[in-house]
């Protein structure tokens, strides 16, 4: 298994390296997601969102279990001050949602 993800990483530096358009490498073995998201918003020429203040409500109201079709889709919780996302596939899992205006991520 350390194998396979070595081989993987040396495939994905090659390609990085080898992309001629604009982007951004960031060692993020610290965890600390804010600072990476930070990079990434500067690095698009974004503003900075990671202040905006969400209502307990907001939280109470976002917070469960989708479906589609009767199959669950994903799920939202609460874990401190910020709400995760999992259940989806090509998401990474328990993805911290990012607000962007008070009702919005």
């Known amino acids: 298994m350390v194998r396979y993800w070595k081989d993987y990483r040396s495939i994905t530096d090659d390609i990085f390296k080898k992309l001629t358009i604009s982007k951004l490498a960031i060692e993020n073995s610290d ?16 503003p900075h969102t990671t202040n905006t203040k969400v209502s307990e409500q907001v939280f109470t109201e976002l917070i469960g279990t989708y479906n589609e079709k009767n199959a669950s889709v994903c799920s939202i919780e609460k874990k401190e001050d910020h709400l995760i996302l ?17 009702i919005c991520f």
């Open 31 to 46: 965890g600390k997601r804010d600072i990476y998201f930070h990079q990434i918003q500067d690095h698009l020429e974004l």
């Open 86 to 102: 999992d259940g989806i596939s090509y998401i990474r899992r328990q993805s911290r949602l990012l607000p962007h205006k008070p």
